[in-house]
Antibody, heavy 118, light 112 residues
Framework: QVQLVESGGGVVQPGRSLRLSCAAS????????IHWVRQAPGKGLEWVAF????????YYADSVKGRFTISRDNSKNTVYLQMNTLRAEDTAVYFC???????????WGQGALVTVSS | QSALTQPASVSGSPGQSITISCTGT???????????VSWYQQHPGKAPKLMIY???NRPSGVPDRFSGSKSGNTASLTISGLQAEDEADYYC??????????FGPGTKVTVL
């Protein structure tokens, strides 16, 4: 069965960096794009970033552009989100989700909590 | 401020029908004629779940009381025969002409 498992969350000070991982299984990872979506405590969903199956295109929300980098390793069935210069407003649960046809998400991970606090 | 608007809350009694709207408010939101609107259900503390994709298609396993439609720049999710387990937050999603993506602010559905 399709599984997406996020890891790497934790507590980090403002201005520091953190890298999230999304490990996939149960499907042919190399032919699917993957998104990161986050949800601040008590708030709605916010799309963060998207990477195509072959890394040919990467897209970012304006709120993270220049600070976050999405990448993938198809040999490890894993997508990464490198988060630099973290701010308090980046505090959220970060979900990875599989892309379908470039317009919706059909499977989601359980999420990883990132807390940015001094 | 999202380029998609949804009502903050909708409520109904068991067995009733409710409709949640999702309206594109910005010229950046891609023309809905492309039919790229999807809907997600989220229970507290859980990951979102796909309920409707490409305006009106229902994934396998989603009850047929959930349906989607679109008129002009407004997409809608209808829940017919509301059940207690339908109480959750619902988000619409689409993407903008700049190739970024956007969620609506979410609608809290309460079953009275």
């Amino acid at each position: 069965q399709v599984q997406l498992v996020e890891s790497g969350g934790g507590v980090v000070q403002p201005g520091r960096s953190l890298r999230l991982s999304c490990a996939a299984s149960g499907f042919t990872f190399s032919i699917y794009g993957i998104h990161w979506v986050r949800q601040a405590p008590g708030k709605g969903l916010e799309w963060v970033a998207f990477i195509r199956h072959d890394e040919s295109n990467k897209y970012y929300a304006d709120s993270v552009k220049g600070r976050f980098t999405i990448s993938r390793d198809n040999s490890k069935n894993t997508v990464y989100l490198q988060m630099n210069t973290l701010r308090a407003e980046d505090t959220a649960v970060y979900f990875c989700a599989r892309d379908q046809r470039d317009n919706y998400f059909d499977y989601w991970g359980q999420g990883a909590l990132v807390t940015v606090s001094s | 401020q999202s380029a998609l608007t949804q009502p903050a809350s909708v409520s109904g009694s068991p067995g009733q029908s409710i409709t949640i709207s999702c309206t594109g408010t910005s010229s950046d939101v891609i023309d809905y004629s492309y039919n790229y609107v999807s809907w997600y259900q989220q229970h507290p503390g859980k990951a979102p779940k796909l309920m409707i994709y490409e305006v009106s298609n229902r994934p396998s396993g989603v009850p047929d009381r959930f349906s989607g439609s679109k008129s002009g720049n407004t997409a809608s999710l209808t829940i017919s025969g509301l059940q207690a387990e339908d109480e959750a937050d619902y988000y619409c999603y689409s993407y903008t002409t700049s190739s970024t993506r956007v969620f609506g602010p979410g609608t809290k559905v309460t079953v009275l």
